[in-house]
Every structure is written in structure tokens, then in C-alpha cells.
């Protein structure tokens, strides 16, 4: 069941949030804060889900509202979508996405952008059906001076 994300789902999605450090390799080497990131989760900016399962939560997604550069309105964008290994071949991430695109819709949004930073053809296809075209790639590094 996917439901709205509540201050109470905190501390397990911070728990996803190390399972996505630890898959991917540019976000394991970025400085972590668990308390900015609860931060963020609970802003009245950010909007967020999660998939809920009898045993525990099995995914997280949070999107927010960005200010588009080229005139009036904002574009629905994604924070961060994960959902957990023995889960990923369900219809977690398609329900996800359906509720980032109607909420971005009720918000308003110009447009939507999402970034699939890790290669994940599954779901790069996902977003395809879903009417998104790709416009080019992600590129991510850490910053030079932080390293």
C-alpha cells in the first residue's frame, strides 16, 4: 500500500537511505547527516510516500516543487525514489511515480523531471510508459573540494 510519508516513518526510511548509500557508489562517498535529511523529509516543501508492507516499510519517494528557470510556474522534481531489493519487481516504483505525476499536476507543475542517477533500465522504461522522454543523461561527481 502506497500512503503518505509521516513524521513517524522517519527513522525507516533513514534506514532505506543507508541502503541507497550503500548501492551506489557516488552516494556512498557524499557526506551523510541524518538530521538534515529528516529535515528535508518533513519540510512543508517536500512531498513524500511510502510504500507500506506487513513486515515494514518497502520504499520511499519524496518530490518537491522547483521554480522554472525560463518564466512564471515550477516543475514537479524528485528528491529521492528507493525501493527496497526483494521489492523491485512489483508495481512499488509504477505507484510511486503515478502519485509524484498527480500530485505535481495538483501543485500546478509546467512540467516534470526526474533523474534516474543509477543506471536502472527497469526503471528508465517505467518513466517511458508513463509519457516521460529522455533528454539526455544525469551527470553526478562529488565535488572535487570535499573529497
Request: hydrophobic share 40%; charged share 20%.
Amino acid at each position: 500500500m502506497i500512503r503518505d510519508f509521516n513524521r513517524t516513518d522517519t527513522l525507516d526510511v533513514l534506514a532505506m537511505v543507508d541502503e541507497l548509500r550503500a548501492e551506489s557508489p557516488l552516494h556512498r562517498g557524499l557526506p551523510f547527516d541524518a538530521d538534515h535529511v529528516a529535515l528535508i523529509m518533513n519540510s512543508l516543501t517536500v512531498r513524500g510516500w511510502v510504500a507500506d508492507g506487513s513486515a515494514g516499510l518497502r520504499g520511499y519517494c519524496f518530490a518537491t516543487m522547483v521554480p522554472s528557470l525560463l518564466g512564471p510556474g515550477r516543475l514537479c522534481t524528485d528528491l529521492s525514489v528507493f525501493v527496497r531489493k526483494p521489492f523491485r519487481s512489483g508495481t512499488i516504483a509504477s505507484r510511486f511515480v503515478r502519485a509524484m505525476v498527480e500530485w505535481g499536476e495538483a501543485q500546478g507543475a509546467l512540467a516534470h523531471q526526474h533523474v534516474v542517477s543509477t543506471g536502472n533500465p527497469g526503471i528508465e522504461r517505467l518513466y517511458e510508459r508513463y509519457g516521460f522522454v529522455r533528454t539526455g543523461g544525469a551527470f553526478m561527481m562529488a565535488s572535487p573540494t570535499r573529497s
